[in-house]
């Protein structure tokens, strides 16, 4: 359902052990092997896609706009696209990283989805307007800490009343334990999908200043505090979650 129809590349990216471990950059090598990484990373991924399909489909409004904020390769857009068919709803398509864009215009256009506006920019620096429906699909948790209520204050402004932001997050435990458990857990699945206990270190490593997650607590505060009035917790596996956030 959320796969392109090509088949990607392995990700063998961290099979190897690096002298020096950089920081992660979705790059040229992680947008050719990306639809593979983040199926075997993310548990409940092709879900969560399946599923903002059908949320489009009940909340997207005739003649309003439809965001997919740092789309990668376009997977959420292309679930929209389908569910919401003819009702005269406009697809755009965000990300800063330009080969993830160029893979999601492919995929697009593969789907026959060619009217969808793609920008390559700063998810920040986009107006949020006439939006029916908003999704951050692991995407907030990249922006530094300081920077995430403004943008949620942004969708926020920029919705409809009978809006939804839906917003997918990789998230920390409420407490040491608990952190450990999700961890472990999460380990525990990227070994069944055949990573190595190298790679996944390696990659923890590359990612350990660059994706700050935070408590499902700290999220519901703050959507809270860029002015939503209700916020649903409507898929969890491990430290893998995505919330229903309405005006």
Same mark, same amino acid.
């Given at each position: ?14 099979? !190897? ?7 992660? *950059?979705?790059?040229? #090598? ?10 075997? /990373? *993310? ?13 489009? #489909?009940?909340?997207? =409004?005739?003649?309003?706009? @439809? ?16 569910? =919401?068919?003819?009702? &005269?709803? #406009? $697809? ?14 492919? !995929? ?7 009217? =969808?506006?793609?920008?390559?920019? &700063?998810? #920040? &620096?986009?107006?949020?307007?006439? %939006? ?12 530094? $800490? ?13 919705? $409809? &009343?009978?809006?939804? @932001? ?13 952190? %450990?458990? @999700?961890?472990?857990? !999460? !380990? ?22 660059? $994706? ?15 002015? +939503? /009035?209700? *916020? ?7 430290? +893998?979650? /995505? +919330? *229903?956030?309405?005006?």
């Amino acid at each position: 359902m959320s796969n392109p129809s090509n088949p990607s590349t392995r990700d063998r990216i961290y099979a !190897h052990r690096q002298d020096r471990i950089d920081s992660f *950059v979705f790059d040229q #090598r992680v947008a050719a092997v990306f639809q593979d990484m983040i199926s075997r /990373s *993310v548990p409940g991924y092709a879900s969560i896609i399946g599923m903002i399909g059908i949320l489009a #489909r009940k909340h997207a =409004v005739a003649g309003s706009n @439809l965001y997919d904020l740092g789309c990668s390769l376009g997977a959420a857009t292309v679930s929209m696209g389908r569910e =919401v068919g003819q009702r &005269d709803c #406009r $697809l755009i398509a965000v990300d800063n990283a330009r080969a993830m864009l160029e893979k999601a215009e492919e !995929h697009f256009a593969r789907h026959q989805l060619p009217d =969808v506006q793609t920008i390559c920019s &700063d998810i #920040r &620096d986009v107006e949020i307007v006439n %939006a029916s429906v908003v999704v951050l699909n692991f995407t907030l948790q990249f922006l530094a $800490l300081e920077e995430r209520l403004s943008l949620l204050k942004s969708i926020r402004a920029g919705l $409809l &009343d009978d809006g939804v @932001l839906i917003l997918s997050e990789k998230i920390s435990g409420a407490d040491a334990e608990e952190d %450990a458990l @999700l961890i472990e857990l !999460h !380990h525990a699945f990227k070994r069944a999908n055949g990573y190595s206990d190298l790679e996944i270190s390696q990659k923890r490593a590359s990612l350990e200043e660059v $994706l700050l997650p935070e408590t499902i607590e700290a999220h519901r505060k703050r959507l809270a505090e860029a002015g +939503f /009035s209700r *916020v649903d917790l409507w898929f969890q596996c491990f430290n +893998f979650v /995505s +919330f *229903v956030a309405r005006p």
